[in-house]
C-alpha cells in the first residue's frame, strides 16, 4: 500500500459537510474535472476557519477519556477540564483555540485530469489571508529584509504548500487536501536524528526514546499526539512522514504481525505502523510524571509509531508532537462541489452526551477550573512587594493572579537587549510589572482581548540575567521548563517564574482578561508590548526564589503530585 492509498483510506472514515460555491462549480468535460480558481480559494478560507474553532469529535472524546482515567493527578484533571472549557468557548466562534493560530500548511493530491489553468498555491494563499484577517487570527509569519533584521508579513503568509501529482482513479475524480494549522511550539518539538543500525535493538531503541520523551518537556501544550518514524530512503521522506503521521493522515497504514514473512512484507507496502511501541510509549509518557503541564502521568494523549525501509548506512529518526490544540481537516472538489470535513461544532452537548463532566465538585468553583485552594496574589504592588509576598510559597503551589501584567516576548526582548548594549535606559514600564511572555491573536468587536495564552518561557533564557540584575523581569508568565541557568538566576535575585495553562486561550481571554492596550513597539505587530488587566488568572510556582523547580523535585518541589 504507498502513501497517498493509506491517506485516500482517511476520506472513507469521515464525514464531510458540503461548502456553497455559487457560481464557481466544477465542470466535468470530457472526462476532466475543470475548477475555478475562486473554489480553491474558498476551500482554503472554509478550512482555517473551522480549524481555528473547531475541533475533531475524536480529539475531543481522548481529552474526555483521560479525564476520566484513575491514574491522572488533581493538577492533569484541572488542565483536562481547562482544554474542554476552552474548547467549548472557542466554539462560539469569536475567539481562537490558540493563540498562535500557527503556520498554515496545505497538502494536496491532484490527478493529471484535474485542470485549473493557474497557480494553484496563488489561490490557496488568497484564501488563507482572507480566513486570518476576518476571523481576527494572529498573523505570526515573519520576513526578511536581510540576513538579521525582519519584520511581520501582516497576512500570516507565506503558507507551506504541497501539491503531489497521483494517477488518475478509474470514476475517483476529486482534487483531496489535508490542512494543518500548527503553531511554532509545537512545530519546535521536531527531531531528526541521524541514527545506525545498532539503534535497531529493542534495548536500545527503548533507552533511546525514554531519553527523548522525558526531553520534550511541556513547553508545547501538552497532552501530546506523539509521532515517531524511523527509517526512510532519506531524511527529507522521514519528516514529511512525520508531518503526516502526527495529523493523523496515515492511521490506516498496516501493522507489523508477528512472525511476519518476508513476502507478506513485500505485499502489505512499506509504510508500517507498530502497535507494540505505540503503547509501550504510552506507558514512558506516563511515567515522565510531568503530566498535563504540571505534574501527573497525562503527558500523552495518543501514539504513532511507523516503521519505513532505509538505505543501510542510515537510520532515520524523528519525533514529533501535535499539542492540545490539534487542528487538522480534511477536504475535497469533485464533481458535486467543495467539501471539507464535519468538526464538532457542539462540543459541550457531545461531551455530555459521552458522560464527560467537566465541573467537579470538589474543585473550587471558578470559571477557570483552578484547583482548590488558591493563593490570591494582586499585582498592584511594586515588583519587590510582589517577590516578599510569593516567597512565603514554594515551586508547585496554586495562584489566581489579579491585576496588570506586561505582555512581551522575544521580539520585545531582542529590543531591550539592544538598549542595554547600547547603555541606554530601559523603559519603565520593566520595573513596575510582571511579565507575560504572549502574543494575542487579533481583538474581535465585544473583546477586551483576542485569544490570548503563553509562549514558550525558555527562549526568553538567555535574557534574563541582564534585566533581572537591574531589578527587571522579577516576575514572569508563561509555559514551560526552563534552564538551569535561568533557575539560578531567580535564585540569585529572587525571582519567580509562573506556569499558566498552554491551550486555553480562547477560554483565558474571555474570562480572565478584563483590559489590553499597547504602550510600546506598534511596529512589532503581534509582539508589541502591552499592558493587560487579568481577573482569577490560575498560575502555578514553577521556579522559586529558592531555586525550587516543580519540573525537578530534587530541587525543591515541596509535595509530591498526588493522583
Excluded at 526582548?413 to 504572549?438: N, T, V
Aim: glycine letters at 8%; charged letters at 25%.
Amino acid at each position: 500500500m504507498d502513501m497517498f492509498s493509506i491517506i485516500r483510506e482517511q476520506f472513507n472514515t469521515k464525514k464531510f459537510r458540503p461548502v456553497p460555491a455559487g457560481e464557481n462549480k466544477p465542470k466535468v468535460v470530457s472526462g476532466g474535472l475543470f475548477l475555478r480558481r475562486e473554489i480553491l480559494e474558498t476551500a482554503a478560507e472554509a478550512a482555517f476557519k473551522e480549524i481555528a474553532f473547531y475541533f475533531r469529535k475524536s480529539h475531543l472524546a481522548l481529552l474526555g477519556s483521560k479525564l476520566n482515567d484513575p491514574d491522572c493527578s488533581k493538577n492533569d484533571r484541572s488542565v483536562l477540564r481547562i482544554l474542554l472549557k476552552n474548547a467549548i468557548s472557542a466554539a462560539k466562534g469569536s475567539l481562537a483555540l490558540c493563540q498562535d493560530t500557527g503556520t498554515a500548511i496545505i497538502y494536496g493530491w491532484k490527478s493529471e485530469n484535474i485542470f485549473t489553468g493557474i497557480d494553484d498555491s496563488e489561490a490557496f494563499e488568497k484564501g488563507i489571508q482572507k480566513a486570518y484577517k476576518d476571523n481576527f487570527l494572529r498573523f505570526s509569519q515573519i520576513g526578511a529584509k536581510s540576513f538579521f533584521d525582519e519584520f511581520n508579513t501582516g497576512n500570516n503568509l507565506p503558507a507551506q504548500i504541497h501539491i503531489a501529482a497521483i494517477p488518475p482513479g478509474g470514476d475517483d475524480l476529486a482534487y483531496r487536501f489535508l490542512f494543518i494549522a500548527k503553531g511554532g511550539g509545537s512545530a519546535n518539538k521536531t527531531s531528526l536524528f541521524s541514527m545506525n543500525k545498532a539503534l535497531l535493538e529493542e534495548k536500545a531503541f527503548a533507552a533511546f526514546l525514554e531519553e527523548k520523551i522525558r526531553a520534550l518537556g511541556t513547553a508545547a501544550c501538552p497532552p501530546y499526539r506523539l509521532a515517531v518514524v524511523t527509517g526512510g530512503a532519506s531524511p527529507e521522506q522521514n519528516l514529511e512522514v512525520l508531518k503526516l503521521a502526527s495529523a493523523e493522515a496515515l492511521d490506516g497504514a498496516p501493522c507489523f504481525a508477528e512472525g511476519e514473512a518476508e513476502e507478506d512484507a513485500r505485499t502489505r507496502g512499506w509504510i508500517r505502523r507498530d502497535s507494540y511501541w505505540e503503547q509501550r510509549i504510552l506507558k514512558m509518557g506516563k511515567e515522565t510524571g510531568l503530566g498535563a503541564q504540571f505534574g501527573g502521568s497525562c503527558f500523552l494523549l495518543d501514539c504513532r509509531v511507523l516503521r519505513l525501509p532505509r538505505h543501510a548506512a542510515s537510520c532515520f529518526v524523528s519525533i514529533g508532537v501535535s499539542c492540545a490544540a490539534h487542528r487538522n481537516i480534511l477536504g475535497y472538489i469533485n464533481k458535486n462541489g467543495l467539501f471539507i470535513e464535519e468538526l464538532c461544532r457542539k462540543p459541550g452537548a457531545f461531551l455530555r452526551d459521552l458522560g464527560v463532566k467537566i465541573e467537579d465538585e470538589t474543585d473550587r468553583p471558578a470559571a477557570s477550573g483552578v484547583l482548590d485552594p488558591p493563593l490570591t496574589i494582586k499585582l498592584d504592588k511594586p515588583l519587590s512587594e510582589i517577590c516578599r509576598e510569593l516567597s512565603d510559597f514554594r515551586a508547585g503551589d496554586k495562584l489566581l493572579l489579579f491585576g496588570k501584567l506586561l505582555l512581551a516576548r522575544d521580539a520585545a526582548h531582542l529590543k531591550w537587549q539592544a538598549l542595554i548594549e547600547e547603555k541606554k535606559p530601559l523603559p519603565d514600564y520593566l520595573f513596575k510589572y510582571p511579565i507575560y511572555y504572549a502574543a494575542p491573536a487579533g481583538t474581535p468587536p465585544g473583546k477586551a482581548s483576542g485569544s490570548l495564552g503563553p509562549t514558550t518561557a525558555n527562549r526568553m533564557d538567555s535574557y534574563a540575567e541582564a534585566l533581572m540584575c537591574r531589578g527587571a523581569s522579577l516576575v514572569t508568565v508563561a509555559k514551560g521548563n526552563r534552564s538551569a541557568a535561568f533557575r539560578e538566576t531567580c535564585k540569585k535575585y529572587r525571582g519567580f517564574y509562573l506556569g499558566t495553562v498552554g491551550g486555553a486561550a480562547a477560554l483565558l481571554a474571555e474570562e480572565n482578561v478584563i483590559d489590553s492596550q499597547i504602550i510600546d513597539y506598534p511596529e512589532l505587530g503581534m509582539e508589541a508590548v502591552r499592558l493587560i488587566t487579568v481577573k482569577d488568572l490560575p498560575a502555578f510556582i514553577i521556579i522559586d526564589d529558592k531555586g525550587g523547580d516543580l519540573y525537578s523535585p530534587e530541587l525543591g518541589q515541596q509535595t509530591p503530585i498526588q493522583p
